[in-house]
Antibody, heavy 122, light 106 residues
Framework: QITLKESGPTLVKPTQTLTLTCTFS??????????VGWIRQPPGKALEWLAL???????RYSPSLWSRLTITKDTSNNQVVLTVTNMDPVDTATYYC??????????????WGQGALVTVSS | DIQMTQSPSTLSASVGDRVTITCRAS??????LAWYQQKPGKAPKLLIY???ILENGVPSRFSGSRSGTEFTLTISSLQPDDFATYYC????????FGQGTKLEIK
């Protein structure tokens, strides 16, 4: 059974850096073809893809946010970390991590975490 | 950036109806399109990928198709569990989602 869970602060102040951790089980990010991504969803709005990390440590970032994002992996601890710098109230959203299995195509997310709501406010 | 435009934004239908949701890409994305279903307070669920491949466990009343840059999700006979919001996602160049279609009970 594949599970993912996001963890991190629920409240950050404007200009601060957000660090979110995705802890997963049921698969290995060292397996060829496996990817983990981050997607966010502001309250009442649509999904927005943020970042993707590959089994071989290749990385992809949203062109509109790339300068503020960093994604890393800790394969031995089954974790993926996303940092977002210079947070703003418009970054208030539920942040999801998700698993893209081998054979599904990059960015196709077959398993999702429950999501973590992050509010940006002073 | 590739823009994905879904229509309609809201769709009212009844149990047993056949419904169609459309997603248009701003440029060619070949068959690199997925559909997700999301219920309130829950994470999205993958339904279809590569335009028409049904994810394991998804009922066969769901289907997907493509004509050029226009993609369609069809539910052949709506069931009570199908009332939700649906998103299309392109993954030809990076990834981007449509704005969503809320399927509500008429």
């Amino acid at each position: 059974q594949i599970t993912l869970k996001e963890s991190g602060p629920t409240l950050v102040k404007p200009t601060q850096t957000l660090t979110l951790t995705c802890t997963f089980s049921g698969f290995s990010l060292s397996t060829h073809g496996v990817r983990v991504g981050w997607i966010r969803q502001p309250p009442g709005k649509a999904l927005e893809w943020l970042a993707l990390i590959f089994w071989d440590d290749d990385k992809r970032y949203s062109p509109s946010l790339w300068s503020r994002l960093t994604i890393t992996k800790d394969t031995s601890n089954n974790q993926v970390v996303l940092t977002v710098t210079n947070m703003d109230p418009v970054d208030t959203a539920t942040y999801y991590c998700a698993h893209s299995p081998s054979g599904y195509g990059d960015y196709v997310f077959a398993h999702w975490g429950q999501g973590a709501l992050v509010t940006v406010s002073s | 950036d590739i823009q994905m435009t879904q229509s309609p934004s809201t769709l009212s239908a009844s149990v047993g109806d056949r419904v169609t949701i459309t997603c248009r890409a701003s440029q060619t994305i070949y068959d690199w399109l997925a559909w997700y279903q999301q219920k309130p307070g829950k994470a999205p669920k993958l339904l279809i990928y590569k335009t028409s491949i049904l994810e394991n466990g998804v009922p066969s009343r769901f289907s997907g198709s493509r004509s050029g840059t226009e993609f369609t999700l069809t539910i052949s006979s709506l069931q009570p569990d199908d009332f939700a919001t649906y998103y299309c996602q392109q993954y030809n160049i990076y990834s981007s989602f449509g704005q969503g279609t809320k399927l509500e009970i008429k």
